[in-house]
């Protein structure tokens, strides 16, 4: 497992970098600068998983440690869900609207740390490759064109928007304000020294970064047209079969489509029974003020309980303290709160956590887009989502076990997702709103986010056209056509992504209610949490297995 590891995180230098603080405490030495390349050779793929799974089936399950059994069983589940995406390498898309390379890149690169020169100088060799990994990306694309699988126009038009506002940023780009703060943090450079290496930085942007963005977009706009699926990827050949495993794979659930879409819609009716009660006790709760948009008044419900949404780590610190009777115990870590550059504020998420390197889990990031969090009580279950009790937490909490570092590099966004939206609706109640409101509030978001997780299933899987999907939304008092539009576009580029959050969070729901039957009176809310997060990321019948069917 350890050579699987050093083989995987030396692939690609952005990923080794934030993984790995110190590789070479890893044998991990002269790994070759590189962002890495697309492949679609399904037979390579297949060849590479075969051997794997031949190796692994070499040892004694029943002699291995319980911790080894573990790693075991989600290796074993790990290679076999990719034997079955092997054959639809040109059916993924890493241009989505909001999760692609275009947009999350830049991130990448303006939080890559230094944490000495030779950091530096492998960050400016990086840049330089920035034009060739681009133009893997770019003969990606084209193969995907010649093979009928090309994104739609509505996608290729949000691409290169987003690709235009990072090129039409030139001397503000944040790449060279964040690489001179960076470059001021480590010691003994001289002036000199530290001016040569803006001036490189500069040229880097300017011949390297700033071109292949250019090339993205006029390749793109050459391809533009070539997308002629203009609906869900169950129209591609073999689409059916193709969602149902990006399903499996983006939520870990052992569910099948149509059991994902029971769960989902049972939710959605019990979410709407909860509202109406709730409504029908106090007509007034969903009117009535809670958290003021900036400026803030009197009204706030938050600010009259010293809650500012101008200080994000001091909502982190409340909600850290707030989630002690319900969580174990977090890490001694620290937290940074960062805002996303103005530029990009309409092409990224409300919020993202940048997951720390596993040999250092002492520094912590979080960004926040403020075009996205209108509000207070946003801005506080956002912050419970990024941070406590959801992805700061649970990845800190998950490190401290110095765990098989193999477990690092296994993307488990079904848990990952499903726990942080978990920890979001949790939040509601470590409000200072009332309990009814709370709930009310709790009850809205988990239905907002089940439409949509609906909503992606009935586009990809079931075909739904435009207005199949107003008809739907109009179902349930949504009738805005231009919004669901702009749904529509969104859940259009980026299959399954909305059920990582939502089938996610719905089984934990469903591990909590199996654990209470198998307690009783016995269950311990902190016990149950305990449980689930010493499993870690992991398919869901795993963590059953491990953290609840004992």
Request: net charge negative; glycine share 4%; hydrophobic share 35%.
């Given at each position: 497992t350890l050579e699987l590891f050093r083989q995987d995180v030396a692939a690609n230098t952005i990923g080794l970098h934030y993984t790995l603080k110190d590789p070479s405490a890893y044998d991990i030495v002269q790994a070759p600068v590189t962002y890495g390349s697309f492949s679609t050779n399904t037979t390579g793929m297949m060849a590479?998983?075969?051997?794997?799974?031949?190796?692994?089936?070499?040892y004694h399950y029943e002699d291995l440690t319980d911790e080894n059994k573990l790693t075991y069983d989600i290796l074993e589940s790990y290679l076999q869900t990719a034997q079955k995406g092997a054959p639809y390498l040109l059916y993924e898309e890493p241009l989505g609207e909001i999760t692609g390379i275009q947009a999350q890149l830049p991130v990448l690169l303006a939080e890559y740390p230094f944490h000495d020169i030779k950091d530096v100088d492998t960050y400016l060799s990086?840049?330089?490759?920035?034009?060739?990994?681009?133009?893997s990306l770019i003969s990606f694309e084209k193969e995907k064109a010649d093979s009928g699988l090309f994104i739609p126009d509505s996608t290729v038009d949000a691409v290169v928007d987003q690709c235009s506002s990072f090129v039409d940023m030139k001397d503000s780009n944040y790449l060279l304000t964040t690489f001179d703060e960076r470059l001021s943090k480590i010691p003994g450079l001289s002036s000199t020294v530290k001016?040569?290496?803006?001036?490189?930085?500069?040229?880097?942007?300017?011949?390297?970064?700033?071109?292949?963005?250019?090339?993205?977009?006029?390749?793109?706009?050459?391809?533009?047209?070539?997308?002629?699926?203009?609906k869900g990827v169950c129209y591609f050949p073999n689409g059916k079969e193709y969602y149902s495993y990006v399903v499996e794979r983006d939520t870990g659930s052992p569910r099948s489509v149509s059991e994902i879409k029971k769960l989902i819609h049972d939710q959605i009716s019990s979410d709407l029974l909860s509202i109406q009660t709730l409504l029908s006790k106090d007509p007034e709760l969903a009117s009535r003020p809670v958290s003021a948009e900036a400026p803030p008044d009197k009204s706030?419900?938050?600010?009259?309980?010293?809650?500012?949404?101008?200080?994000?780590?001091?909502?982190l610190t409340l909600l850290e303290q707030k989630s002690s009777a319900a969580f174990p115990a977090p890490p001694d870590v620290t937290a940074q709160v960062k805002y996303v550059p103005n530029a990009m504020e309409?092409?990224?998420?409300?919020?993202?956590?940048?997951?720390?390197?596993?040999?250092?889990?002492?520094?912590?990031?979080?960004?926040?887009?403020?075009?996205?969090n209108v509000d207070t009580l946003k801005l506080f279950t956002t912050l419970a989502h990024e941070g406590y009790p959801g992805h700061l937490y649970q990845t800190t909490y998950f490190a401290e076990k110095n765990t098989e570092p193999l477990r690092s590099i296994f993307n488990f966004s079904g848990y990952v997702e499903g726990w942080a939206t978990y920890a979001e609706m949790c939040s509601y109640y470590l409000s200072p709103l009332p309990k009814d409101q709370a709930a009310l509030f709790q009850k809205n978001g988990s239905l907002t986010l089940g439409l949509y997780a609906a909503a992606d299933i009935g586009i990809h899987y079931d075909g739904w056209s435009?207005?199949?999907?107003?008809?739907?939304?109009?179902?349930?008092?949504?009738?805005?056509?231009?919004?669901?539009?702009?749904?529509?576009?969104?859940?259009?580029?980026?299959?399954?992504?909305?059920?990582?959050?939502?089938?996610?969070?719905?089984?934990?729901?469903?591990?909590?209610?199996?654990?209470?039957?198998?307690?009783?009176?016995?269950?311990?809310?902190?016990?149950?949490?305990?449980?689930?997060?010493?499993?870690?990321?992991?398919?869901?019948?795993?963590?059953?297995k491990y953290a609840v069917d004992r």
């Open positions: 590479s998983l075969e051997n794997s799974l031949s190796a692994l089936s070499h990086l840049l330089s490759c920035t034009p060739d990994y681009f133009n001016r040569n290496y803006q001036k490189k930085n500069q040229e880097m942007i300017a011949n390297a970064v700033v071109p292949a963005y250019e090339s993205l977009i006029d390749a793109l706009l050459e391809l533009r047209g070539s997308g002629k699926n203009k706030d419900i938050f600010l009259q309980n010293q809650i500012d949404r101008n200080q994000p780590e001091q909502i309409p092409y990224l998420s409300p919020a993202f956590y940048m997951i720390p390197a596993i040999d250092d889990q002492s520094e912590n990031v979080i960004y926040i887009n403020q075009s996205r435009v207005p199949d999907t107003v008809r739907f939304f109009s179902d349930y008092g949504i009738k805005d056509t231009d919004a669901i539009q702009e749904i529509y576009n969104l859940i259009l580029s980026d299959p399954g992504n909305y059920l990582k959050y939502y089938v996610g969070y719905l089984e934990f729901m469903e591990l909590k209610k199996k654990a209470m039957k198998i307690d009783g009176d016995e269950f311990s809310q902190k016990n149950f949490h305990r449980a689930v997060l010493d499993v870690g990321p992991a398919p869901f019948d795993i963590v059953s």
